[in-house]
Protein backbone atom coordinates (compact mmCIF):
# COMPACT_ATOMS: atom_id res chain seq x y z
CA UNK A 1 0.00 0.00 0.00
CA UNK A 2 1.41 2.83 -1.22
CA UNK A 3 1.85 5.73 1.48
CA UNK A 4 3.81 9.15 2.09
CA UNK A 5 4.38 10.50 5.53
CA UNK A 6 5.74 14.12 5.49
CA UNK A 7 7.66 15.95 8.32
CA UNK A 8 10.37 18.70 9.28
CA UNK A 9 7.78 21.96 9.46
CA UNK A 10 8.03 24.67 12.40
CA UNK A 11 7.76 27.87 12.96
CA UNK A 12 10.80 29.68 11.37
CA UNK A 13 11.77 33.82 11.47
CA UNK A 14 11.22 35.48 7.93
CA UNK A 15 15.10 34.46 5.92
CA UNK A 16 15.71 31.46 7.89
CA UNK A 17 15.63 27.83 6.65
CA UNK A 18 13.67 24.61 7.26
CA UNK A 19 13.76 20.96 5.60
CA UNK A 20 10.90 18.89 4.52
CA UNK A 21 11.47 15.31 3.91
CA UNK A 22 8.43 13.21 2.27
CA UNK A 23 9.03 9.48 3.19
CA UNK A 24 7.87 6.99 0.69
CA UNK A 25 6.60 3.72 0.91
CA UNK A 26 5.16 0.90 -1.11
CA UNK A 27 6.16 1.79 -4.36
CA UNK A 28 7.08 -0.06 -6.77
CA UNK A 29 8.63 1.27 -9.16
CA UNK A 30 10.65 4.93 -9.56
CA UNK A 31 8.74 5.55 -12.77
CA UNK A 32 6.48 8.28 -10.55
CA UNK A 33 7.10 12.18 -10.04
CA UNK A 34 6.76 13.51 -6.20
CA UNK A 35 5.60 16.83 -6.06
CA UNK A 36 5.69 19.13 -2.70
CA UNK A 37 2.23 20.87 -2.36
CA UNK A 38 1.19 24.08 -0.15
CA UNK A 39 -2.26 26.00 1.13
CA UNK A 40 -2.34 28.57 2.83
CA UNK A 41 -5.83 29.53 5.06
CA UNK A 42 -8.41 30.94 2.39
CA UNK A 43 -6.19 29.79 -0.85
CA UNK A 44 -6.09 27.30 -3.35
CA UNK A 45 -3.74 24.44 -2.77
CA UNK A 46 -0.41 25.31 -5.17
CA UNK A 47 2.49 23.08 -6.61
CA UNK A 48 5.50 24.25 -5.23
CA UNK A 49 8.42 21.36 -6.85
CA UNK A 50 8.54 18.19 -8.01
CA UNK A 51 11.01 15.45 -8.87
CA UNK A 52 10.89 12.22 -10.69
CA UNK A 53 11.98 9.42 -8.92
CA UNK A 54 13.82 7.78 -11.85
CA UNK A 55 15.92 10.66 -13.49
CA UNK A 56 15.75 13.12 -11.03
CA UNK A 57 14.45 15.79 -12.78
CA UNK A 58 13.27 18.84 -11.02
CA UNK A 59 11.00 21.72 -11.61
CA UNK A 60 9.87 24.59 -9.24
CA UNK A 61 7.17 27.46 -9.39
CA UNK A 62 8.76 31.07 -9.80
CA UNK A 63 8.31 32.73 -6.34
CA UNK A 64 10.46 29.88 -4.94
CA UNK A 65 13.40 29.55 -7.76
CA UNK A 66 16.45 30.07 -6.36
CA UNK A 67 15.36 29.92 -2.59
CA UNK A 68 14.12 25.92 -2.08
CA UNK A 69 15.58 22.83 -3.29
CA UNK A 70 14.08 19.88 -4.25
CA UNK A 71 16.20 16.63 -3.70
CA UNK A 72 15.82 12.87 -3.47
CA UNK A 73 17.78 10.08 -1.43
CA UNK A 74 16.80 7.04 -3.25
CA UNK A 75 18.62 4.53 -0.64
CA UNK A 76 16.12 6.17 1.92
CA UNK A 77 13.05 6.58 -0.17
CA UNK A 78 12.70 10.28 0.96
CA UNK A 79 12.58 13.32 -1.14
CA UNK A 80 13.58 16.61 0.31
CA UNK A 81 12.34 20.13 0.27
CA UNK A 82 14.81 22.64 1.69
CA UNK A 83 13.53 26.30 1.91
CA UNK A 84 15.98 28.77 2.26
CA UNK A 85 15.35 32.83 2.94
CA UNK A 86 11.53 31.93 4.05
CA UNK A 87 9.18 34.93 3.85
CA UNK A 88 6.08 35.05 5.74
CA UNK A 89 4.04 34.63 2.32
CA UNK A 90 5.42 31.26 2.42
CA UNK A 91 3.13 30.03 5.52
CA UNK A 92 1.72 27.20 4.77
CA UNK A 93 0.30 23.50 5.14
CA UNK A 94 3.16 21.97 2.95
CA UNK A 95 1.91 18.51 1.53
CA UNK A 96 4.05 15.79 -0.53
CA UNK A 97 2.24 13.30 -3.49
CA UNK A 98 3.24 10.87 -5.75
CA UNK A 99 1.71 9.81 -8.99
CA UNK A 100 2.64 9.13 -12.81
CA UNK A 101 2.50 12.70 -13.84
CA UNK A 102 3.20 14.02 -17.25
CA UNK A 103 6.60 15.89 -15.75
CA UNK A 104 6.38 19.55 -17.83
CA UNK A 105 2.45 19.97 -15.64
CA UNK A 106 4.11 18.11 -12.46
CA UNK A 107 3.97 21.79 -10.74
CA UNK A 108 0.64 22.96 -12.23
CA UNK A 109 -1.48 19.82 -11.52
CA UNK A 110 -3.06 18.56 -8.66
CA UNK A 111 -3.82 15.30 -10.62
CA UNK A 112 -1.62 13.12 -7.98
CA UNK A 113 -2.41 9.80 -7.06
CA UNK A 114 -1.33 10.05 -3.45
CA UNK A 115 -0.92 12.54 -1.12
CA UNK A 116 0.16 12.96 2.59
CA UNK A 117 -1.10 14.52 5.66
CA UNK A 118 0.60 17.61 5.39
CA UNK A 119 3.30 19.52 7.92
CA UNK A 120 3.00 23.11 9.15
CA UNK A 121 5.39 25.52 8.34
CA UNK A 122 4.83 28.99 10.30
CA UNK A 123 7.33 32.30 8.78
CA UNK A 124 7.20 34.92 11.35
CA UNK A 125 8.64 37.18 13.79
Known amino acids: QEQLVESGGGLVQPGGSLRLSCVASGFTSDDYVIGWFRQAPGKEREGVSC????????LYRDSVEGRFTISRDSTKNTVYLQMNSLKPEDTAVYYC??????????????????WGQGTQVTVSS
Open 51 to 58: IHQSDGAT
Open 97 to 114: AAGQIVFRFCVSTLEYSY
